[in-house]
């Protein structure tokens, strides 16, 4: 029988160094036995694991957008994580298993979030919702198309934030989970963004801009 975990993980990388490719292969294999789509932005590292490279110039939705392609149907849960993390054992099992309480969650990391334990509701990034670890059930798709929840105008930050506000308008709920434990290193890739200020402040009066609007026309 199977252990495999019906997950699809999404995980971005831009292996710039031998550094951040053995830091990307250390938190692929921590998530388990389960359906790895590693979208890749270095197109000389060649790796069978890697499931398409990012098109050019990067932008973290459409990244997104692409991975979503390799859903499995089987699969009923997806695992939306960065590369410079490391998960705890039974880490993505623990989220999964919340998933029939919760429509999204979040692991807690011992570093950002000493001390928590339990479960928290709440819609808040790098409190309740860690931006960098995000799990969701499909049947969010019931009500929020990829297109609405990831918005090409968002090329990195705030997407967290603007996921929390789409999901929150449609009536789900997410929660950071105190058992389910990952470690997030922070920031390990921003150097090899094409412009730092663009992609990270940049991006604070694009969200403002949309966050307007529920964008159930789309």
Known sequence: MSSTLPIDVIILANC???????????????????????IEGNR?????????????????NQCIRQAMEYLKPENDSVFMVNNDVLAYPDCLKILHQRLSKWDSVSPMCPLRHKGFTGEKEGYLRAHELAGWAIMFHKRIFE???????????????????YYADVIKIHGFTHALIGDAKLIHYENMTHDYLPDKVEYTTGMFSVYNKIKKYDRRDI
């Open 16 to 38: 710039q160094t031998d550094q951040l490719y053995e830091m990307t292969l250390e938190a692929i294999e921590s998530f388990g036995d389960v359906n790895i789509i590693w």
């Open 143 to 161: 009500k929020c198309t990829p297109k609405q929840l990831f918005p090409l105008e968002l090329k990195f930050w705030r997407q967290d934030q």
């Open 44 to 60: 000389k590292i060649k790796d069978k694991r890697i499931t398409a490279y990012q098109h050019k110039p990067f932008n973290f």
